[in-house]
């Protein structure tokens, strides 16, 4: 009887332990918390500290320029097949917004021009329209104006990513299985084939 409720007592105790140890797992695709007020993002890694993925100047040495773009109140040629075009304010752009979670982006739209459907794994998004008139959901915009249109976006995170629904799903390489597609979208092969074999348009600024 004794072995017994020893046997017991250790289940029990190992359960708890493996029930407290995933309690304790978490992840997250969010930007880790800044460890100081800014890092400015520099290439040299010689005199640098490395800060949430990227090198950090001496802000001893930091000027005005890290903190500075001129770009997002600059039309952009939307003469693409989207007919649209986005001028991103990231951490690519603005050293300075390493650690500060948060980025802009400009987008231009020519009449009926297409932002196509998208997401950002790290980031949520709120969308101004400057001009225009524009039809969005989650998540893409349309301009169904017959002018052009603008619109500005902010999002919470310095490096938002992005994944273009079209290009993720017949753009990718390795391919998706024809089979799968046909399947989930319910047409024809030939359907499938044309739309894989399509080069598919990126409207984003470096």
């Not at 005005?64 to 989207?82: C, E, H, I, M, Y």
Request: proline residues 5%.
């Amino acid at each position: 009887m004794h072995c017994i409720n020893m046997k017991n007592m250790v289940i029990n105790t190992l359960a708890c332990i493996a029930l407290l140890a995933m309690s304790f797992f978490l992840a997250s695709v969010s930007d880790p918390s800044p460890l100081q007020d800014f890092c400015v993002v520099v290439n040299d890694t010689k005199t640098t500290v490395f800060v949430n993925g990227k090198v950090c100047k001496d802000p001893k040495v930091a000027t005005a320029n890290d903190f500075f773009f001129s770009g997002l109140q600059v039309p952009r040629n939307t003469s693409n097949k989207l007919e649209s075009m986005v001028t991103q304010a990231n951490v690519a752009q603005i050293p300075e917004l390493n650690t500060l979670s948060i980025s802009l982006a400009r987008i231009d739209y020519a009449p009926y021009g297409l932002n196509p459907p998208h997401t950002h794994p790290r980031a949520t998004e709120i969308l101004t329209v400057l001009e225009g008139t524009l039809y969005g959901l989650i998540h893409f915009q349309l301009n169904v104006g017959k002018t052009k249109a603008v619109a500005i976006a902010a999002l919470s995170s310095q490096n938002l990513g992005l994944i273009t629904i079209t290009n993720a799903v017949f753009g990718s390489k390795p391919a998706i299985s024809v089979d799968v597609l046909t399947k989930a979208f319910q047409v024809d092969k030939k359907v499938v084939d044309y739309l894989q074999s399509q080069f598919w348009t990126d409207n984003h600024t470096n």
